[in-house]
T-cell receptor, first 108, second 114 residues
Framework: LAKTTQPISMDSYEGQEVNITCSHNNIATNDYITWYQQFPSQGPRFIIQGYKTKVTNEVASLFIPADRKSSTLSLPRVSLSDTAVYYCLVGDIGDMRFGAGTRLTVKP | EAQVTQNPRYLITVTGKKLTVTCSQNMNHEYMSWYRQDPGLGLRQIYYSMNVEVTDKGDVPEGYKVSRKEKRNFPLILESPSPNQTSLYFC?????????????FGEGSRLTVL
């Protein structure tokens, strides 16, 4: 199982772009990279998933370098409601392991 | 509405009194799993099931049982609960499809064992 390493916490201000980087040095060839968002006392919610290069959807972008040993979740123009814990996972659906995640605090 | 439903949402019980937390999904998902979440530890997988009658241990299966007799249901059973099983529990489901790989989570069940 590929282990992931993320910062424990990050602070930002409303309107800024936030980039959260995740390290996964032992990622396997077939592993996908998936990010989830969790608010207090709620289940995690899928944000974005990718395999290589860049993926973008309506809420975020995911940047994956060629060696795939890291990935960066980019949240454009964050608001107070983006305050949450963000998890980076690698592996297929049967191997999903959530670490402690990154606690993002968005300030006014 | 597509959803994963857990019951009960809140439960206070005593040591040794058997309990079951139900989980049901209406999305025809093959894959279902249970997680527990404790402060500072993130979510840890208890058991998962890749399809009916197929279950496997996750990272923290001790003290728990599961069954998958129907595709939509995946109950979590605590035969003899202990205080260290006090936690927030989440059920999740997904299609068994590498290209989508999106887990859908229930709203959580907060269990307190006295």
């Amino acid at each position: 199982l590929a282990k992931t390493t993320q910062p424990i916490s990050m602070d930002s201000y409303e309107g800024q772009e936030v980039n959260i980087t995740c390290s996964h040095n032992n990622i396997a060839t077939n592993d996908y990279i998936t990010w989830y968002q969790q608010f207090p006392s709620q289940g995690p919610r899928f944000i974005i998933q990718g395999y290589k290069t860049k993926v973008t959807n309506e809420v975020a972008s995911l940047f994956i370098p060629a060696d795939r040993k890291s990935s960066t979740l980019s949240l454009p123009r964050v608001s107070l409601s983006d305050t949450a814990v963000y998890y980076c996972l690698v592996g297929d659906i049967g191997d999903m392991r959530f670490g402690a995640g990154t606690r993002l605090t968005v300030k006014p | 509405e597509a959803q994963v439903t857990q019951n009960p949402r809140y439960l206070i019980t005593v040591t040794g009194k058997k309990l079951t937390v139900t989980c049901s999904q209406n999305m025809n998902h093959e894959y279902m799993s249970w997680y527990r979440q404790d402060p500072g530890l993130g979510l840890r997988q208890i058991y998962y099931s890749m399809n009916v009658e197929v279950t496997d241990k996750g990272d923290v299966p001790e003290g728990y049982k599961v069954s998958r007799k129907e595709k939509r249901n995946f109950p979590l059973i605590l035969e003899s609960p202990s205080p260290n099983q006090t936690s927030l529990y989440f059920c999740a489901s997904s299609f068994w499809d590498r290209d989508t790989g999106e887990l859908f989570f229930g709203e959580g069940s907060r269990l307190t064992v006295l």
